[in-house]
T-cell receptor, first 112, second 114 residues
Framework: DTAVSQTPKYLVTQMGNDKSIKCEQN?????MYWYKQDSKKFLKIMFS???????INETVPNRFSPKSPDKAHLNLHINSLELGDSAVYFC???????????FGSGTRLTVV | GENVEQHPSTLSVQEGDSAVIKCTYS??????FPWYKQELGKRPQLIID?????GEKKDQRIAVTLNKTAKHFSLHITETQPEDSAVYFC?????????????FGKGTKLSVIP
């Protein structure tokens, strides 16, 4: 039973399109995150939600909009996709502050 | 905010040798330091972590040391095996009000040569 699941695993789309990535965790964790991993493997925080409340919103273009309908779900919607958005997007969850994350399997987004 | 530096960026070792990866952090208030292993095409997975009230922690062939005064921590892998080949990330976090973010180092690609 997958602890943190993301869909889709792969996403190929054209510039200018709008797409969504979904994330669900069944660990009962309070906090969920979105990270972007670029081609150099650098993991950069994008957003963090705690019990459906936005906690961290790093300098991310406002084309990216997270949504947390409940504490088990954190979705990411991206408008007007650009070539530079191509990356692997990881969802993660944790039980609280100063604790390890459990990552989802990632969504490889390719914008053509 | 927190800044985590990780070295080296790539590391090649012969099977059976030891590997050491070092990280430094900037915020002296940080008190939680996990290490993640990411195999090719897979998700990062937590392999070991240490908190600031502990100087060293060991789990079989891996160990982590922390020097709070110098603000650095290290991952040690002994008797390396080919399956240890992966990218390793260190991270730091502050356990405080409103602090939910792990700041990651840029990763170390470890190659274990059979």
């Amino acid at each position: 039973d997958t602890a943190v699941s993301q869909t889709p695993k792969y996403l190929v789309t054209q510039m200018g399109n709008d797409k969504s990535i979904k994330c669900e965790q069944n660990l009962g964790h309070d906090t969920m995150y979105w990270y972007k991993q670029d081609s150099k493997k650098f993991l950069k925080i994008m957003f963090s939600y705690n019990n459906k409340e936005l906690i961290i919103n790093e300098t991310v273009p406002n084309r990216f909009s997270p949504k947390s309908p409940d504490k088990a779900h954190l979705n990411l919607h991206i408008n007007s996709l650009e070539l530079g958005d191509s990356a692997v997007y990881f969802c993660a969850s944790s039980p609280g502050r100063a604790s390890g994350y459990t990552f989802g399997s990632g969504t490889r987004l390719t914008v053509v | 905010g927190e800044n985590v530096e990780q070295h080296p960026s790539t590391l090649s070792v012969q099977e059976g040798d030891s590997a050491v990866i070092k990280c430094t952090y900037s915020d002296s208030a940080s008190n939680y330091f996990p290490w993640y292993k990411q195999e090719l095409g897979k998700r990062p997975q937590l392999i070991i972590d240490i908190r600031s009230n502990v100087g060293e922690k060991k789990d079989q062939r891996i160990a982590v040391t922390l020097n709070k005064t110098a603000k650095h921590f290290s991952l040690h892998i002994t008797e390396t095996q080919p399956e240890d080949s992966a990218v390793y990330f260190c991270a730091a976090s502050l356990d405080g009000a409103g602090s939910y973010q792990l700041t990651f180092g840029k990763g170390t690609k470890l190659s274990v040569i059979p």
